[in-house]
């Protein structure tokens, strides 16, 4: 008689304890919810976009400064959406966490906090605003206005690209940028087009010294 009592109690114990665990998720998942909803009206969410938003064009106001202000450039031609993983199957295959550690390998100098706030940003694709300081006129443009289907054409978006900006180079390209928890490292990738077929591109980590961005290191460098 005792051995089944101890039977239906522990039988109630795990139903209890399923039961609350149950209710803990439920209420965990309710609070996510709450403050992805109501996050946007809490006091000062505002000014902390605002603050990201102006940190991240300071780095692209510096990266190009530093790599693309070449003798003779009048114009700069910057696409106007930010890249992203672009191969859905890469996707498919790996997960956030194999990803980090992909870049980890390889860009072993820069935070995994940098890193990981990258991987984050890098999934979709994003408006690039003309909010750059730069010392030149610059112009953002929709790249698949200028995308070749054949040789042909290909031919004619060169024509029509360098018709239309004659005192540019190419277009460049930019991604988010991964900031690591200091807030004095900046991680992002880059690509320059110049014609339909010839481009290069790579990821870059600037380094925030006496208030200002600098280019310090380069990863992975492609060109085609």
Not at 65 to 73: A, F, I, N, T
Not at 75 to 104: G, H, S
Not at 111 to 121: I, P, V, Y
Request: hydrophobic letters at 40%; one cysteine or more.
């Amino acid at each position: 008689m005792v051995y089944v009592q101890d039977q239906a109690m522990k039988r109630i114990s795990l139903r209890l304890t399923l039961a609350l665990l149950t209710l803990v998720m439920a209420l965990g998942a309710i609070g996510r919810w709450l403050y992805v909803s109501v996050r946007p009206s809490l006091p000062g969410y505002s000014s902390l976009v605002e603050s990201e938003k102006s940190e991240e064009y300071a780095v692209y106001s510096a990266l190009i400064r530093q790599s693309y202000l070449e003798d003779g450039v009048k114009t700069l031609v910057i696409q106007n959406r930010t890249l992203f993983y672009a191969n859905p199957d890469y996707l498919k295959i790996t997960t956030p966490e194999q990803r980090v550690e992909d870049m980890k390998r390889y860009c072993q100098s820069v935070d995994e906090s940098a890193l990981r706030d990258f991987e984050s940003k890098h999934l979709h694709s994003s408006e690039v605003t003309p909010d750059f300081e730069l010392p030149i006129k610059y112009i953002l443009v929709n790249k698949d206005d200028f995308e070749e289907s054949s040789d042909e054409k290909a031919r004619l978006v060169v024509h029509d690209f360098y018709r239309l900006y004659p005192d540019a180079r190419g277009m460049i390209a930019l991604s988010r940028v991964g900031f690591n928890e200091a807030r004095d490292q900046a991680f992002l990738r880059v690509e320059f087009t110049f014609c339909p077929l010839c481009s290069h591109g790579g990821k870059v980590l600037l380094r925030k010294e006496w208030g200002k961005w600098k280019v310090v290191e380069e990863f992975g460098g492609w060109a085609s």
